[in-house]
């Protein structure tokens, strides 16, 4: 075991990548000789070049549309779009194209490409950068959603994001990048789809996924204290979704609460509470809670942004409002 | 590799194959015409863009280009197809949604695929497609395989946004594309005085140091020939190319257009510089074909159109078990 940041373990698969496979490329804004924008490609321009780490214009849509073309001709592209905000220009060539080319052309074209973007808030940069929108591309069937929480999740599923032979949407919180984790020396991925239970408890679910677990490992402390032991999950991916691990787990505590930076009403956490209705109904002791980002854009001062953001304190009282 | 096949310039073509430049046309005309009607039969569903009075854009661009350039286009984009060689029986049959169609029933009329024949599809959000032309081309040129893409829009196309971006992407990573803009006029139902403040739309391309060139869309050989060249240049690794063809559309945007918006006797105007009939005169005049050869080539696709609805209507329609098949390419 090595310990490694979030930011080292992503370079370091990058690195790997573009080393096993000359048809790999990286582009997005910024990356090669700025060193990318969160640090994550420092270095990779000097090792491989302007043809294989590839400095885009500010042109998030025609990024991603190349990025798709270049799959569908043969690359292994893996598309930076800096952060999730911007992605939003990229919309098009993401819901329109890439979850859609295999299906509309009965399996004739595939997308295997990995696209890339920070996420998340709490570096007070207001309402235009600091979204989590995890939850809107989970909604698209056609594509693959990964939130890594450690720099072991992060190595482990962006090896198998290289491995994938469909559009994946890679999302690293900002808050992530340098915090430091246990990485094995070896060769390892973790598949899609394999949620990780963190901390095991009797009492209570928590279901937290990128950088919202660290608030709801917190939490966890807080009932520790308070008495109550919780499960922590970790999601890994959003879609595909690890149901089995969290319907197990109710079935075991009988309460839970899911927690998302993103904001409530029509989110991801409103899908999880739903699935778990569904699929464990009458082994719940109380509704499934929610505690999400509040309803607003994200402000700028940092009280404001703090207080728009779940906490562990927040979270452990909505699972012990479930007692 | 790409193939090596001989392209000779437009005034060195042999009778077979302008013959077969005129074939093509006909067979086009004759498979829009049927399509038309199976459309008002209820055969065939959803929306219908036909490609009547287009035909020589498709057919002189892809004739000038080999069978392995990769070949994008909208949603109007049976007449690509046909050019590009795609069986006509298939074609009918995703119109019909049938499994025998080209996209199995997935896609239907604006989302046509048949990538052995390097046809990478009919897109039907307005310039969305621009994009995957660019990525197409990066691959070809990191790839070295002598391939070169090109990707017909509509003057619809040109005030998106993607539009920009993709030219100015391809221009500055030289990228061995050629960008054919199909000028009709009309984006859906209007004219594109009313909203763009540069109609010449082969003068947008000068914004991004491109190489550009207004063609007679109705002429079949303009088209080969210009193409032929622009296909030259791109492929020498010399850039992108763009060319924008004056072409009209016979038919209104879609089978749910009344065309209230323009006068019919534009299009009857138009439909004096027929692209089939003019060729077919021109033709005539140089003695490559004469009547009697005429009437064959008409009962020649009048057989194939005829087949391919037979095909299409005993076709099984798509297993309802095979839904959610290919929404994802699963491991293998």
Same mark, same amino acid.
């Given at each position: 075991m090595a310990e490694m940041s979030f930011r080292g373990a992503l370079r370091l698969t990058l690195q790997e990548e573009l080393q096993a496979d000359e048809n790999v490329i990286l582009m997005g804004e910024d990356i090669g000789a700025y060193g990318g924008s969160y640090s994550v490609t420092k270095g990779l321009f000097d090792e491989f070049g302007p043809e294989r780490v590839m400095d885009t214009p500010i042109s998030e849509s025609v990024v991603v549309g190349a990025g798709i073309g270049a799959a569908m001709g043969g690359l292994r592209p893996i598309v930076e779009l800096m952060t999730i905000n911007f992605s939003l220009l990229a919309l098009d060539q993401i819901v329109n194209n890439a979850a859609k080319l295999s299906y509309m052309s009965a399996g004739q074209i595939h997308v295997p490409m990995v696209i890339r973007m920070a996420s998340g808030a709490g570096s007070q940069l207001s309402s235009q950068h600091s979204q989590s929108l995890e939850g809107w591309y989970a909604h698209i069937p056609g594509i693959k959603v990964v939130v890594p929480y450690t720099p072991r999740d992060a190595r482990g599923l962006l090896k198998t994001a290289f491995n994938e032979q469909n559009p994946v949407i890679f999302i690293e919180h900002t808050a992530l990048y340098a915090r430091k984790g246990e990485v094995p020396d070896e060769d390892y991925a973790i598949p899609f789809g394999q949620a990780e239970v963190m901390r095991e408890g009797a009492d209570v679910t928590l279901i937290g996924y990128s950088g919202s677990v660290y608030q709801t490992l917190g939490a966890a402390d807080i009932l520790e204290e308070a008495g109550r032991e919780a499960d922590v999950i970790? $999601? !890994?991916?959003? !879609?595909? $979704?690890?149901v089995d691990t969290i319907v197990a787990s109710v079935r075991k505590t009988h309460r839970a609460v899911v927690i998302e930076d993103d904001w409530k009403f029509g989110g991801f956490a409103g899908e999880i509470a739903a699935i778990i209705m569904e699929e464990a109904f009458d082994d719940l002791d109380g509704p499934v809670a929610r505690v999400c980002g509040a309803d607003v854009p994200m402000p700028y001062a940092k009280a404001l942004e703090q207080s728009a953001l779940p906490n562990p304190q927040q979270i452990a009282d909505a699972a012990l409002a479930l007692f | 590799m790409t193939q090596l096949i001989d392209k000779p310039p437009a005034k060195e073509l042999p009778n077979e194959q302008l013959i077969e430049l005129l074939r093509k046309m006909m067979l086009i005309r004759r498979f829009e015409t049927k399509a038309a009607e199976m459309y008002a039969k209820q055969k065939i569903a959803g929306f219908l863009h036909l490609y009547n009075g287009e035909e020589a854009v498709a057919v002189g661009a892809i004739s000038a280009l080999n069978d392995d350039d990769q070949l994008l286009t909208h949603y109007r984009d049976h007449g690509h197809a046909l050019a590009r060689g795609v069986e006509p029986g298939r074609i009918m049959a995703e119109l019909f949604g049938k499994e025998t169609g080209v996209s199995g029933g997935r896609g239907g009329s604006m989302h046509l695929f048949d990538t052995e024949k390097s046809f990478m599809g009919g897109y039907a959000i307005v310039c969305g497609h621009l994009p995957l032309a660019c990525g197409l081309a990066l691959a070809n040129q990191r790839l070295k395989n002598g391939r070169i893409v090109i990707c017909f829009f509509g003057d619809g196309a040109v005030n998106e946004g993607e539009f920009h971006e993709s030219l100015n992407l391809a221009a500055v990573w030289k990228l061995p594309v050629i960008f054919m803009c199909e000028n009709n006029f009309y984006g859906m139902g209007t004219d594109i005085r009313r909203v763009s403040a540069v109609i010449e739309i082969y003068k947008r391309a000068a914004a991004y140091a491109m190489p550009s060139k207004q063609v007679d869309g109705m002429n079949v050989l303009e088209m080969y020939g210009e193409t032929l060249k622009a296909a030259e240049r791109v492929r020498a690794g010399e850039g992108p190319s763009f060319l924008e063809a004056i072409c009209f559309r016979y038919r209104g945007h879609s089978m749910a257009d009344p065309e209230a918006y323009r006068d019919r006797g534009q299009t009857e105007r138009w439909r004096e510089l027929d692209p089939i009939i003019t060729f077919r005169k021109t033709l005539t005049e140089d003695g490559v074909i004469d009547e009697g050869a005429f009437q064959t080539l008409e009962a020649e696709v009048e057989d194939i159109v005829n087949e391919a609805v037979r095909f299409a209507e005993e076709s099984p329609v798509p297993q309802l078990e095979e839904l959610y098949t290919h929404v994802y390419k699963e491991d293998s």
């Open positions: 970790n $999601l !890994r991916t959003l !879609r595909p $979704l690890d | -």
